[in-house]
C-alpha cells in the first residue's frame, strides 16, 4: 500500500528533487563567488570592512540555518512592502 | 526597537534556550558513545560488519538531519512504538552524529601504525589489551589536535542542528522564537536576540574547549 502511494505521488517527489537540485546549484554557485569576495575582504581591504566580513562569517556559521530563513522570511515584510517566497523574495 | 518585548518574554527564550541546550547534551552523549560502535563496525575484522558499518556511515552522513527526524518521529508510531518528541530528536541527532564521531575515532586510530597492534599481539596481548595499553594511548596522543578541532565543529552542529527539533514541536530556542513571532510582530528583535543566543551557547562551548585544550596540554613524546 505503501509502494503504491510512492509510485502514484513519485511524479511530485521527482518535482520536489529538482527544487533541490536547483537550490542547490544556485546556492553553490551563489556561496563560491560570495565565499571569494568575503576572503578578499578579510585579506586584503580596508580594516574596518575586514572585521565586517569576519563579524559576517561568525554570525553565519554560529547561528542555525533554520533561524537565519525563518528570520530573513520574517523580517523581510517589515523591510519591503512586497515580499514573495521564492527566487524572487524581497 | 522593542526591547521591552524582549525582555517580557526572556522567561520563554531562556526555557527554549535550556531545552536546546538539553537536546544537545544528550545528542552529544549519544553520539560520543555511538561513534565508537561506528568505529568499532567499521574497523572489524569481520567483512559483513564492515559493510554495515559502511552502509550506516554514508547512510547517515547524506541524508538530512530533518528527514531522519521525521523518519523516525513518524516512522515509529507506525511499529507501535511510541514516545516523546525529544527522544526521536535525540536519537536521529545521535544517529547522525555517531557517524561523524565514528570516522573521527577510526581516523586517530588508524593514524598508528598496524605494526604496533601487530607487534603487541606477537608479545601476547590479547586484542584488547593492545587497543588498550598500546594503540589507544598513542592516538590519543598524537592525533587528539586536529581531531579535536573537528570534535568542536561537530558539537557546534549539533548545537545548531537542535533547531530542526522546532519542526516536531519540541519547545527549544527556535520553536520559543517562532512562538514570540506569532504573539508580535517584532521579527528584527526576536531572531536577532535568538540569534545571539545561538552564538553565545557556540562561543561558550568553543570558549570552554579551548580552555581545556589550553589548560591541559596534550604532550606528544
Redesign the interface.
Known amino acids: 500500500m505503501t509502494a503504491a502511494m510512492l509510485i502514484s505521488s513519485g511524479l511530485y517527489l521527482a518535482q520536489g528533487a529538482l527544487v533541490t537540485i536547483g537550490l542547490s546549484f544556485g546556492m553553490i554557485a551563489v556561496a563560491t563567488v560570495a565565499g571569494m569576495l568575503l576572503a578578499l575582504l578579510r585579506l586584503y581591504s580596508w580594516k574596518p570592512l575586514g572585521l565586517l566580513a569576519a563579524a559576517y562569517g561568525l554570525v553565519a556559521r554560529g547561528v542555525p540555518l533554520l533561524v537565519l530563513l525563518i528570520g530573513s522570511y520574517f523580517a523581510c515584510p517589515t523591510w519591503a512592502s512586497t515580499c514573495r517566497s521564492g527566487w524572487s523574495w524581497c | 526597537m522593542d526591547l521591552a518585548f524582549i525582555a517580557n518574554n526572556a522567561p520563554l527564550l531562556m526555557e527554549g534556550a535550556a531545552m536546546t541546550v538539553a537536546l544537545a547534551i544528550s545528542a552529544l552523549l549519544g553520539a560520543t558513545i555511538g561513534g565508537g560502535v561506528v568505529a568499532s563496525l567499521r574497523m572489524s575484522r569481520f567483512r559483513p560488519l564492515r559493510y554495515v558499518g559502511t552502509g550506516f556511515v554514508e547512510l547517515m552522513r547524506n541524508t538530512p538531519i530533518l528527514v531522519q527526524i521525521f523518519v523516525l518521529y513518524f516512522g515509529l508510531p507506525t511499529l507501535d512504538v511510541h514516545m516523546t518528541a525529544f527522544t526521536p530528536a535525540v536519537l536521529a541527532m545521535s544517529l547522525q552524529n555517531s557517524a561523524y564521531i565514528g570516522e573521527i575515532y577510526r581516523a586517530g586510530l588508524e593514524s598508528i601504525h598496524p605494526r604496533q597492534r601487530e607487534a603487541a599481539l606477537a608479545l601476547g596481548m590479547m586484542p584488547g589489551m593492545a587497543l588498550r595499553v598500546i594503540l589507544l594511548p598513542q592516538a590519543l596522543r598524537c592525533v587528539l589536535p586536529p581531531l579535536g578541532n573537528q570534535f568542536i565543529i561537530i558539537i ?1 552542529i549539533i548545537i ?5 527539533a ?2 516536531i514541536a519540541i519547545a527549544e530556542l ?1 520553536q520559543a ?2 512562538l514570540l ?1 506569532d504573539r508580535s ?1 517584532a ?2 528583535e ?2 536577532a536576540t ?2 545571539l543566543i ?2 553565545a551557547i ?2 561558550f562551548v568553543a570558549g570552554v574547549l579551548k580552555l581545556a585544550e589550553w589548560r591541559y596540554p596534550v604532550r606528544v613524546s
Open positions: 557546534i545548531k542542528d537542535t533547531s530542526v522546532s519542526t527556535t522564537s517562532k513571532l510582530a521579527p528584527y526576536t531572531f535568538v540569534a545561538y552564538l557556540s562561543a
